[in-house]
């Protein structure tokens, strides 16, 4: 028994050593968690979302998206209304424009400066635009007008405009008010016009103003101006007493009765 022991234990180390031999070792190489990010409405432009979503219904779109949107709302403009649907993501944004009525269909989409743009003109809407990506996306592109008329937080933009729907470029102005679109003039006459009812408004509230501290002007110069009395002769204890008195009555003029029976 011991002899079988003995041998037993001499054989341990020889059998260790050959599954340590026989062991078959796998090394893995690179980043096992990366793995190819799914493709998003980011990865595409307004061209290439409008080919993924024609036909497409809002409930549709909004349920394929990765993320809720930032707004949901109705824009109206030439006699229609529209569902707007905007996502926003820093500085990028991607707008989707469906019908209003049942079903809500796909129409248009969004994804720079010149997308809005395209789509405000083709669907007579303003879907909304922020300055910053208006003055990034065409930069020394445009210029801006009537900066000595415009309130304070007012700027209104001239742009040699064309896209794939207008061929031609003409000149288009675009007015942003607190920092977002608010309206677009077609005409050189249509702006000129709004800046001229800018002009009379100003001068009218200027010469409101001038008029308003010349009143109060001279409600100070009256309120100013003091009234000085004294005695000449007579007059109560509390005058006698507190009053100045007139110290040569007679350089005084005073007025004569004249009889009425002359």
């Not at 793995?35 to 024609?54: C, F, G, H, N």
């Not at 905007?86 to 019908?99: A, I, M, P, T």
């Not at 709004?194 to 010349?214: F, G, I, P």
């Amino acid at each position: 028994m011991k002899t079988f022991l003995l041998a037993a234990l001499l054989l341990l180390p020889a059998v260790a050593q050959t599954w340590a031999q026989d062991e078959i070792i796998i090394e893995m190489t690179g980043d096992a968690s990366a793995a190819p990010a799914a493709t998003t409405m980011w990865d595409y432009s307004a061209v290439q979302l409008t080919r993924r979503l024609r036909g497409k219904t809002r409930e549709q779109v909004l349920y394929d998206a990765p993320v809720v949107s930032d707004k949901d709302r109705i824009v109206r403009g030439a006699g229609k209304e529209y569902a707007l649907v905007e996502y926003y993501s820093g500085r990028d944004f991607r707008k989707f424009l469906f019908k209003a009525e049942s079903p809500q269909t796909f129409v248009a989409a969004a994804a720079n400066a010149a997308d809005v743009l395209a789509v405000n003109k083709k669907y007579g809407v303003n879907i909304g635009l922020p300055r910053r990506a208006f003055e990034d996306f065409y930069g020394e592109q445009i210029s801006a007008e009537g900066t000595d008329i415009l309130p304070e937080g007012t700027l209104l933009y001239k742009l040699l405009y064309r896209d794939i729907n207008t061929p031609t470029p003409f000149n288009r102005w675009f007015l942003f008010e607190k920092d977002d679109l608010t309206r677009t003039f077609e005409t050189e006459a249509d702006k000129n016009a709004y800046l001229d009812t800018l002009k009379k408004q100003n001068e009218e509230s200027a010469e409101a103003q001038r008029q308003a501290q010349e009143a109060a002007a001279a409600r100070t110069q009256k309120q100013n101006r003091t009234v000085r009395k004294a005695l000449i002769s007579g007059g109560t204890a509390w005058d006698q007493a507190n009053l100045p008195r007139v110290v040569n009555p007679r350089l005084i003029p005073t007025p004569t009765l004249k009889d009425s029976s002359d």
